[in-house]
Each structure stands twice: as structure tokens, then as C-alpha cells.
């Protein structure tokens, strides 16, 4: 697939296109359609939606470094009492610079931005795979990070957190949204050691696992 050359602009559009389509927890899966149909414009390797629903992309690295992931999710919280929006929730206005809608900030703006600015590396393949990763349940407990994470094998659940640097033993680096294992499918919950930015809920983690990236789902 011939690589599509993206721009800021289009990328604020691609962010407005997925304000107008509501995703409350346990319904993303309109959401998580159209994000896999963007990677696949934008010219990613490969582009799935997984059993959870996660919508996952790939761009093939150099194998000269390990793969590094980003993520945001899918989900948004409901906008609650219409009347106190200056515009519609959902319908995603850019107006005086600004993009307006539920999911502007948290999270479909930075989802859009990073799907986007893996694309840069379509053309200038990175050292490792770049994974994308933009989970479903994330507003109810991250249960799509959890599927993801313990979709790989099971050496891979040792979780560990870090600035983003490789470590000894370690094969990846995710930068996204507090990610994790926990009890819930037999992995072990890690603890965060280092913010990278500033805020809460849009507040960008690094964390490093053993093991290697996901497999395709269902399409």
C-alpha cells in the first residue's frame, strides 16, 4: 500500500471524525472500525481489531532495536447535561483553534496524534516494530489493556515500568495510557514508577515487557 503523506490538519480532522461517533465503554466497536480503517489508509502493515475489540496497528521495524508501542483508548465517559456545552458533545467543531466535543482531551485527540505520528514511519521504517494500540474498557477499568497484555504468551506478563529506556531482559517499550496485568487473567500487577508529562487522565506512561508484541485477531 502506497503510503498516504498526513499533515497536522488531517489529523485533527481524523480526531473531530471520531468525536462524532459516541463510544461509551462496551461500545466502541463503530470507533475502533474506523480507527483500523484510518491505519490502513495511512499505509500500516497491518491493522486488526482483536477478541476484545482493541484496534491494533502495525508498522514493520528494521530488527534493529526493540518494538515500542503507543496507546490510548478507545472510550469515552457520557458528556452528561448537553445544555452546559458550548457545542455539541459529539460534534466534533473545530472553532477559534479549538476542537471541541466529549473525547477532545481525553483521549481522542492524543489517540488521533499518535496514530498519525506513527505514520511518519511508513516510508522512514524505525530501528524496531511499532506497535499502536487503542483499547476498549479503559473508562471501567482497562479491561482491553488487559486482554492485550495477556493475549501474549505467558513470559511475557511480567510487567515492568520504566522511562521508556530498554533494560536488561526486557524487548519493548510502551508509551500510552497506565497499562498492566492484573489478577484478572493470572498476571501480576506492576506498580508505576515514572509520569512522563504531566495531568491524569491524558498523562503518557513508559513500561517495558519481556516477551513479544500481539498477534492478529479477529479482522
Given at each position: 500500500?502506497?503510503?498516504?503523506?498526513?499533515s497536522?490538519?488531517?489529523?485533527?480532522?481524523?480526531?473531530?471524525?471520531?468525536?462524532?461517533?459516541?463510544?461509551?465503554?462496551?461500545?466502541e466497536?463503530?470507533?475502533?472500525?474506523?480507527?483500523?480503517?484510518?491505519?490502513?489508509?495511512?499505509?500500516?502493515?497491518?491493522?486488526?481489531?482483536?477478541?476484545?475489540?482493541?484496534?491494533?496497528?502495525?508498522?514493520?521495524?528494521?530488527?534493529?532495536?526493540?518494538?515500542?508501542?503507543?496507546?490510548?483508548?478507545?472510550?469515552?465517559?457520557?458528556?452528561?447535561?448537553?445544555?452546559?456545552?458550548?457545542?455539541?458533545?459529539?460534534?466534533?467543531?473545530?472553532?477559534?483553534?479549538?476542537?471541541?466535543?466529549?473525547?477532545?482531551?481525553?483521549?481522542?485527540?492524543?489517540?488521533?496524534?499518535?496514530?498519525?505520528?506513527?505514520?511518519?514511519?511508513?516510508?522512514?521504517?524505525?530501528a524496531?516494530?511499532?506497535?499502536?494500540?487503542?483499547?476498549?474498557?479503559?473508562?471501567?477499568?482497562?479491561?482491553?489493556?488487559?486482554?492485550?497484555?495477556?493475549s501474549?504468551?505467558?513470559?511475557?506478563?511480567?510487567?515492568?515500568?520504566?522511562?521508556?529506556?530498554?533494560?536488561?531482559?526486557?524487548?519493548?517499550?510502551?508509551?500510552?495510557?497506565?497499562?498492566?496485568?492484573?489478577?484478572?487473567?493470572?498476571?501480576?500487577?506492576?506498580?508505576?514508577?515514572?509520569?512522563?508529562?504531566?495531568?491524569?487522565?491524558?498523562?503518557?506512561?513508559?513500561?517495558?515487557?519481556?516477551?513479544?508484541a500481539?498477534?492478529?485477531?479477529?479482522?
Amino acid at each position: 500500500m502506497t503510503p498516504v503523506l498526513e499533515s497536522f490538519e488531517e489529523a485533527v480532522e481524523f480526531a473531530a471524525d471520531l468525536i462524532r461517533i459516541p463510544g461509551p465503554p462496551g461500545g466502541e466497536e463503530r470507533v475502533a472500525r474506523r480507527v483500523v480503517e484510518e491505519m490502513r489508509r495511512l499505509g500500516y502493515d497491518r491493522a486488526w481489531t482483536d477478541a476484545a475489540g482493541n484496534a491494533i496497528g502495525v508498522i514493520r521495524g528494521r530488527r534493529e532495536s526493540a518494538p515500542v508501542m503507543l496507546s490510548c483508548h478507545l472510550d469515552v465517559v457520557d458528556p452528561g447535561d448537553r445544555a452546559g456545552w458550548q457545542h455539541d458533545p459529539y460534534g466534533g467543531v473545530v472553532a477559534d483553534g479549538w476542537l471541541h466535543g466529549r473525547g477532545a482531551m481525553d483521549i481522542k485527540g492524543p489517540l488521533a496524534l499518535q496514530t498519525y505520528a506513527a505514520a511518519r514511519f511508513v516510508e522512514d521504517r524505525p530501528a524496531g516494530d511499532l506497535v499502536v494500540a487503542h483499547t476498549v474498557l479503559e473508562e471501567r477499568g482497562g479491561w482491553g489493556m488487559d486482554h492485550l497484555l495477556c493475549s501474549v504468551p505467558a513470559r511475557s506478563r511480567r510487567a515492568r515500568w520504566s522511562s521508556g529506556r530498554r533494560r536488561p531482559g526486557t524487548s519493548a517499550s510502551v508509551i500510552g495510557v497506565a497499562p498492566r496485568c492484573s489478577s484478572r487473567c493470572g498476571g501480576s500487577r506492576a506498580t508505576p514508577a515514572r509520569r512522563i508529562g504531566r495531568g491524569t487522565r491524558s498523562t503518557a506512561w513508559a513500561w517495558s515487557w519481556t516477551g513479544c508484541a500481539p498477534s492478529p485477531g479477529r479482522r
